[in-house]
């Protein structure tokens, strides 16, 4: 018996990882197909010959050359995505509503998170010079502390303005919860201003997390194209990776994940198996929040800069990456922010010189979103999602 | 139903109730038809502290208060409050109450043009600050033009504003046909061969950013690049083509929040080149976000109208003033809201004097402002033309000096230069 | 306590009979005019006088009392006080503006319960077309945004606006199908999301538009717009008959608000005609049936595909004839007007009002509008008056002087807001005006349909 439980345990820790490998290697080989015969097609048009004319080299050479920053890149802001879209997506699984108030939970962890680092700025326990280790795990305790922060205020506004409103139509608590994101988003900003007189916090550097990594540089006309990684980008992939592969773990191979999943397939029939639903639901927020809390700090570490309104694109994204992925699946969110992140940056990157400067990059939203709508008439549950039926 | 009706009951009781028990304090007791407190005695000397009060004049302020772009708005509120604070002594002399009334106009044009109506519509108000967007002050303006009120602009550079020729539309901000231009000159006398322009997809982004490129390729600079984006946080795909691309100089027209995240992953990533920016690039958090990458490789110039303290020596004390009051280092346009504010303040002071200590019309108080002659701001001297932009303004190259944002205040002025608007 | 609510019930039995009903429409009427017509800039005066709308809605008294009294009302009445003070004129012309889609989006989420999150797209489609052919800017097309000559022409004279008035409900509800027609397979969520994608892609379509070729002039905006002509006898009539009453010369800038006004009303009207005749129709049926059980609906062989596309058609088309109407109005359009908030806003108004009830709907737009423009701001006006005097809270003995200047109520409207949105759905999920299909289909019935 106790041996049966290991191995269950272990598949439930190598599947995810396995599966995220599979998915970024596959969405990468895919898109890095389509995008290498593309330039191949128009390497003889005038699109080459600008390009030649721009850069003084071939289509093809500048794709090839620029190919593994891309994927590198895309790959970072996919798993950003990944793990707030998994917030998304464990509420609409459990409730099937959209929590509009998601990104502003994002944002109270990332608020946290960088005050916590500005207070020990402050008292010059971080500094530039301080030894590696240290710094990541001040890292970590920011970590923590933001996941803490914003799974509370996830369980509370779950408590004061969701709660009341189960089994109201399905429109109503959406309404609600955008009321939550004004609110939350207005409060973050007086506690913030009210201290500095500013609501926009900055994340002090410390550490050697924007050192770049480099692994060499190709030649690109008449200058060349270094290829690295940063390291603060490596640390988002890795945290957001154990974050992932350890909800996976809960929600399939814990007894609370049997909960969780039978809330989310049948409430009625959950509280008369003696589940206890409100308490379900609660912990479902608990961990949504936290886990959009940590992406909070994630990306205020890479990104730098954060304002009480800095979760309003990244949540829209996440939600789009949720559904793309087929909404209330887990798996399907991972793949979902995988390929979203992906095809935001190579439509960013390239879309310029495939058109000819036509249409820049201010065009890789619409980009994205015209590939889900593709998706969506193909696969009307998203990538992952399974046809279940209209649940009554 | 019937709940509703009940609920509807007492709320129309309550109202009446509260109506009953007296207009709002400054409710003008006169219809909006009457001229405002003409009966107001005159006293025979406007020097002396007058016991007399002789009514109310508001100054409206219209900028966004809420939401992702209130950091600029509320510090142009900001900015004019304290002018208010500062300068209303003359027209508290007078007898005047001189008050504030600031609206929030959301940065969307319906509620701007709605606070507009609701602004004109209360003759205590003579003069409006405002607005940011271009976007909302272009159909307020409509208004305000109707109701003959003076509005100061603080911050919009698009031309349109003031190319309708209205009277009553004035401000104090470069054009972006000037200040673009201003960059691609001095980016020329650097010696800069390539350049990449990114722009915020805003009016007033894009219009420094289109001005920029149409200066450059006149003088001969190869624009590498010319993108707009609305991103905030995420620059990789863009810097990847300024690297491939790799131009001497990025031009980012914009503001600094977003140009010192993008200025900072271009660095980190190996850019080495100069960047450049107008005057949205005028904070400390420039500084804050960027860090290093504005003093390493070919560090970061900005062009502004706002000169540095040892060219105008108000601005440091508004900055000090400033920091007192509201705790935090003013943001790029709260100068200017400042300098609209005290022009109002003027304005309005030069023609009660004219009436003898009366309170001036509004369109004595539109005309008083064209009648300046080198008003003395803290971020210029402004004389105005018959369209209401500034005669000729100062437009300084300012590069950053160090990485601290403790330091701005020492950016030194790497260019002088004085430029007339186009006329038109 | 018992004695209280009897007794509350009794008089509002008094009320709702005999002549009573009649009476306290009137006399709320007249308080409103009265306080509007003595203190113009009252806030409170206002929301009197809007509010006897409301009552005159809710008394029980003969259709035609209502009609008369209510055209009377917000076709003579409101005009007068709007022009004596044009701030009331423009909330009023929100408040339709905002009512027209919220009622077309209604048909869309309200009757069919296809949840659309991109609805202004289609408003935006209305408006950019007629600022397209409204305006100078198709001679701009070669020009970088800000760069064009002065002095262009006008494409089109200003009268074509009637005529792209109408040309706006076709086009508008061909985008809606064209965006109908790939999605229609989708449910639920997978629609929402969709069409917010939509939205998204028109707005940044009209930010982006300025390059190659500048169609849209971005984020600049296009402008001047030009309105239908207005002929000076009608500005001298005006006067002439209403001058009295009003005080003050009339300038032709507010007539035209009271025509965009009154024209507004007129887009309503048909709207609410055609809404209603919709939903009673087997059209609506499908609808309702859709909304439903999509499932039972195509086992009860209602075509899904059709029914789907006409309420997509349907909604857009009001949507596009609002955005001409805005365009003109505005003599200015730009993306900023758009934005993902906005489709939010007006979804908003329709579950705050009362999804699938017209009246409710139009109840949502009224109090959404007026919180916003009028409340809100007029209370954190006046909070900023008291901070500027004198004022001392009696009890705890604080100067509003002192209050920090982070705290400044100006700057926190937003989040009044939210905590009302929470309030609302929390003590009335239904909506202010729930949707009673019961009761219309009696009334259905008694007429004769």
Known sequence: MQRFLKSIQLRELLRPLGQMIAFSLGSSAVLSLIIIILALILDQTAVGASTMARFKVSLFSYTIVNLPQVLIDGLTLGFVYAAIALGYTMVYGVLEFINFAHSEIFAIGAFVGVEILIALKGREILSTEMSVGNAYWWLILALLAGMAAAGLAAVVVERLAYRPLRGAPRLVPLISAIGVSFFLQDAIRLIESITTGQFHRIIPTFGNFDQRLTFGSMPLGAGSISLGVQIKSLIVIIAAVVMLIGLNYLVNATKVGKAIRAVAQDRATASLMGIDVNHIIALTFLIGGMLGGAAGVLYALKFTRIDPFVGFFPGLKAFTAAVLGGIGNLTGALLGGIVLGLLETFAGTFMSIFTMGAAGAEYKDIFAFSILILVLIFRPHGLMGENVGQKA | ?424 | MKTLGTFSQEMLRRIQSGYMPYLVSILHALVGIYLVYTSPRSNIAFLIFISSLLTLYTVKTSAAYKVTAGVLLAVVVMPILGVRNIFYLEILFQICVFAALALGLNIVVGFAGLLDLGYVAFYAVGAYLWAFFGSQQYYVIPYAPGTQPADLPFLLPGDMFYLFLMLAVIIAAVTGILLGLPVLRLRGDYLAIVTLGFGEVIRVLANNLDKPWNITNGPQGITPIQRPTLPPAVVDLFNNTLGPVIGHPVKASDVYNVLFYLMALLIILVIILVARRLDDSKIGRAWTAIREDETAAIAMGIPLVRMKLAAFAAGASFAGAMGVMFAASRTFVSPESFSFMQSIGVLTMVILGGIGSIPGVILGAAVVVLLNLQVLQGLSLYLSQLRQSDAVIPIINFAWKNLSTQLDPAKYQRLLFGIILILMMIFRPAGLIPAARRQRELAVEESGD
């Open chain 2, 1 to 424: 139903m019937k709940r509703l009706f009940t609920l509807l009951s007492v709320l129309v009781i309550a109202s009446m109730a509260l109506a009953a028990c007296g207009q709002k304090p400054t409710e003008a007791p006169a219809p909006a038809t009457e001229a405002p407190a003409t009966e107001a005695p005159a006293t025979e000397a406007p020097t002396e502290p007058a016991m007399v009060e002789k009514g109310t004049i508001k100054i409206a302020t219209q900028s966004p208060l809420s939401g992702g772009q209130s950091s600029l708005g509320v510090d142009i509120k900001n900015g004019a409050q304290l002018a208010l604070e500062q300068l209303a002594g003359p027209l508290t002399e007078m007898g005047f109450k001189v008050e504030l009334a600031p609206y929030d106009d959301q940065a969307n044009p319906d509620t701007g043009v709605a606070n507009a109506k609701q602004i004109v519509a209360d003759p205590a108000v003579l003069c409006l600050v405002g607005h940011l967007n271009s976007g909302v002050m272009i159909p307020s303006s409509e208004e305000y033009h109707n109701a003959g009120l003076a509005a100061v602009s603080p911050a919009n550079t698009n031309p349109k504003v003031t190319d309708r020729g209205y009277l009553e539309v004035n401000r104090i901000v470069g054009r972006d046909d000037v200040q673009g231009v201003v960059g691609a000159e001095y980016a020329n006398s650097l010696g800069v061969k390539s350049v990449f322009i990114i722009h915020d997809k805003t009016a007033y982004g894009q219009g420094v950013a289109e001005f920029f490129k149409k200066r450059a390729e006149e003088l001969g600079i190869t624009v590498a690049g010319f993108e707009g984006t609305e991103e905030k946080a995420n620059f990789d795909p863009l810097v990847t083509s300024i690297l491939a691309s790799n131009p001497d100089m990025v031009y980012f027209g914009g503001i600094y929040d977003q140009a010192g995240v993008l200025f900072k992953q271009a660095r980190e990533k190996g850019y080495q080149g100069t960047f450049m920016g107008p005057d949205g690039m005028d904070s400390s958090v420039l500084a804050e976000i960027a860090g290093e990458a504005l003093v390493s490789g070919g560090g970061m110039v900005y062009s502004t109208v706002s000169g540095p303290a040892s060219v105008y020596p108000g601005t440091a004390k508004f900055v000090e003033d400033f920091k007192a009051k509201f705790g935090a280092d003013p943001q790029p346009f709260a100068a200017q809201a400042y300098d609209a504010m005290a022009i109002c303040l003027k304005a309005i002071e030069d023609a009660a004097m004219a009436k003898g200590g009366e309170m001036p019309t509004r369109e004595e108080v539109a005309k008083a402002i064209r009648a300046l002659k080198d008003f003395p701001g803290i971020t210029g001297t402004y004389t105005f033309n018959d369209i209401g932009d500034v005669t000729s303004a100062k437009y300084f190259v300012i590069k950053v000096v160090s990485a601290d944002p403790a330091k701005w205040g020492e950016n030194e002025v790497v260019q002088t230069l004085d430029i007339a608007p186009p006329s038109k």
